[in-house]
C-alpha cells in the first residue's frame, strides 16, 4: 500500500521534478496558464507527466485535490 501523502511536494516527487520548498516555488513563479489551458495540456510537461496530472484529475484520487490546487496556482499567476 503507497501510503505517500498527497501534498503538493510530494506531487513534484510523482512528477520526477525537485520537489523542496524553493523549487516548488520557482516552478509555480515560473510557468504560467492561460484560462483556457487545462493544467494537463500545458506544454512544459512530459507525456508521462501529463498523463498522470490527467488520470489524477479524472479518478477524483488521493491526487485530485492537490493536482487542483496546483492547476489553481499555475492559472493564478
Known amino acids: 500500500m503507497d501510503t505517500t ?3 503538493l511536494n510530494n506531487l513534484f516527487d510523482q512528477l520526477g521534478m525537485a520537489s523542496d520548498p524553493v523549487s ?5 513563479q ?3 496558464l492561460d484560462a483556457d489551458t487545462p493544467i494537463e495540456a500545458a506544454g512544459f510537461w512530459t507525456q508521462a507527466q ?21 492547476d489553481t ?3 493564478k499567476n
Open 5 to 7: 501523502k498527497a501534498n
Open 24 to 28: 516548488v516555488s520557482h516552478f509555480i
Open 30 to 32: 515560473g510557468y504560467h
Open 50 to 70: 501529463a498523463d498522470f496530472l490527467k488520470e489524477g484529475r479524472s479518478s477524483d484520487g488521493e491526487w485530485s485535490e492537490v493536482i487542483d490546487q496546483l
Open 73 to 75: 496556482l499555475l492559472h
